[in-house]
């Protein structure tokens, strides 16, 4: 587990100040006992260690006991807070603050929500995990305000999951100025699915329902094979048609083929929220 809260010493400092500010932010808090201010401050500092939960790493130094460590660094009153970023201070502040501030400045150097998740995200794709990946990068991809780079993450794994509407979507908001190679690239990927989107079996569905829009079997099986390609929206649409005309259609599979979709896009999913909005309001 990652430590939130250490103590430095002499024996440490190499480690803690330098070695570790390589890797996350690093949040010097120099002290004494006799300090009352230091007193004050002190218990901010360790709730937001805790609360942010190793996203930094507050290092308390005893003014008295490291005196030649406070010296190097310059220290000239107490409490005095420093935050070193790749070996260097970047930041800090000299006596008590109020816990407001703190967090403001912490929130210049700690890495934003979205890219956590992102980092999460990326995690769970290495390892294949795609479904769970998904939700993740949809949110990463709203709370970022539709960031770019993870615009296209998000847009490639929709399209692995041949969600191709819904990557359509994605990409067609991606600014002339950020069409890059890996743009593209996924824009070539996007036309190959579209055009390799109608299985033979599809195709023969899709005519027989559109010689016979009556022949509701027909469009319960092309339904079902949409669902297979994971063409999800269009498969719904279907679904939600025939339950309109009949609640209890195929002794009750399209309802349940219906509630299946919902379910495996996922909680948070908005076109999972759409269309149990759409079942609902048919329902009551």
């Not at 939130?4 to 002499?10: E, G, K, L, N, S």
């Not at 010097?28 to 002190?42: F, G, N, R």
């Not at 406070?70 to 935050?83: C, E, F, N």
């Not at 069409?179 to 989107?197: G, I, P, T, V």
Request: proline share 4%; charged share 25%.
């Amino acid at each position: 587990m990652e430590e939130f809260i250490v103590d430095v010493t002499a024996q440490n400092a190499q480690q803690v100040l330098i070695e570790e500010s390589m890797k996350r932010p690093v949040v010097v808090d120099v002290w004494a006992e006799w300090c009352e201010p230091c007193k004050q401050l002190m218990p901010v500092l360790e709730k937001l260690a805790n609360e942010y939960a190793g996203q930094f790493l507050l290092a308390k130094l005893n003014a008295d006991t490291e005196q030649a460590l406070a010296g190097q660094l310059g220290v000239r009153s107490l409490p005095t807070v420093m935050v070193l970023k790749d070996g260097q201070p970047v930041d800090g502040f000299a006596g008590a603050q109020p816990e407001k501030e703190i967090r403001e400045m912490l929130d210049k150097y700690l890495p934003k929500p979205w890219d956590l998740k992102l980092q999460q995200a990326q995690q769970l794709v290495a390892d294949g995990n795609l479904d769970e990946a998904l939700p993740m990068l949809r949110q990463a991809y709203g709370e970022s305000d539709e960031r770019v780079d993870i615009a296209k993450q998000y847009a490639a794994i929709l399209l692995e999951k041949n969600r191709v509407k819904d990557a359509e979507t994605v990409l067609g908001k991606i600014l002339m100025a950020d069409q890059d190679s890996d743009y593209q690239q996924l824009m070539a990927q996007l036309e190959l699915k579209q055009q390799a989107a109608d299985s033979p079996e599809i195709k023969a569905l899709q005519e027989a329902v559109n010689a016979n829009p009556e022949d509701t079997e027909a469009a319960y099986k092309l339904a079902v094979q949409l669902t297979q390609s994971e063409r999800h929206e269009e498969a719904l649409e279907i679904l939600l048609k025939l339950l309109r005309s009949d609640m209890g259609f195929a002794d009750g599979a399209a309802k349940q083929a219906y509630l299946d979709i919902v379910k495996a896009l996922g909680a948070g999913d908005p076109l999972a929220a759409k269309y149990q909005r759409k079942l609902m309001t048919l329902m009551f």
